[in-house]
């Protein structure tokens, strides 16, 4: 799933149900959870030493695994708003010095609460396409190691920076009976973390989930 498929769905899922859509739809309370591969896109100025640094490069392990929790409100057919908790994953940043010769490097864990409004399709009686848009608060936890003569950009070991970031998302659910359903989608989270401490970047995860309503 790429950014063009996400657009494209959250467009579709602005426009209202027509013809064989124009059905009553659910109105409700709903929960559930998902989990999935996620991947970190690093900012290339990300991860500035505060000494001891030179010439240098960026090296990155982006890959990782999320799991998020959420529940909402679907007030029509064709409208939702949705909020939840995730654990975006765990990555590593590096920067490579070379004069001097040393590295800095800091392991990276994401969690982040989420506020969403929700546009649906209801394609038919247990299928249907979605796509939504807000805002995710996010906090970068680093942990810094260092070599050579680098000296990390704080004095402290582990820093902490909280970001406010533009979440976008689109997928589809299928229903196996009225209460019990499952999803496939794909989020991005943009503007996560501080380059010049934490390490930032977008992070964009596919979930496969279940849903539930009440």
Do not use: W
Request: hydrophobic share 40%; proline share 3%; glycine share 18%.
């Amino acid at each position: 799933m790429n950014r063009a498929f996400i657009v494209a769905l959250i467009a579709l899922s602005c426009l209202p149900a027509t013809g064989a859509h124009a059905q009553a739809g659910y109105r409700g309370a709903f929960a559930g959870f998902a989990l999935g591969p996620s991947k970190m896109s690093f900012d290339s100025d990300s991860l500035q030493a505060g000494s001891g640094g030179g010439a240098s490069n960026l090296s990155t392990e982006g890959s990782s695994t999320a799991f998020k929790g959420f529940g909402g409100f679907r007030f029509s057919r064709n409208f939702a708003v949705e909020g939840g908790l995730a654990s975006l994953g765990r990555f590593t940043a590096t920067r490579n010095y070379t004069g001097p010769a040393g590295t800095l490097k800091a392991d990276v864990t994401v969690i982040g609460g989420y506020g969403n409004a929700v546009g649906i399709i209801p394609v038919s009686e247990n299928f249907e396409i979605f796509g939504k848009g807000g805002l995710m608060v996010t906090s970068v936890i680093a942990r810094y190691t260092t070599s050579g003569g680098v000296v990390p950009p704080s004095a402290a070991t582990t820093v902490v920076a909280y970001r406010t970031g533009l979440h976008i998302g689109a997928g589809m659910e299928v229903r196996f009976d009225r209460k019990v359903g499952l999803i496939v989608e794909y989020e991005e989270v943009f503007g996560v973390g501080d380059s010049q401490t934490t390490s930032g970047g977008n992070i964009g995860t596919a979930f496969v989930g279940m849903t539930f309503r009440f």
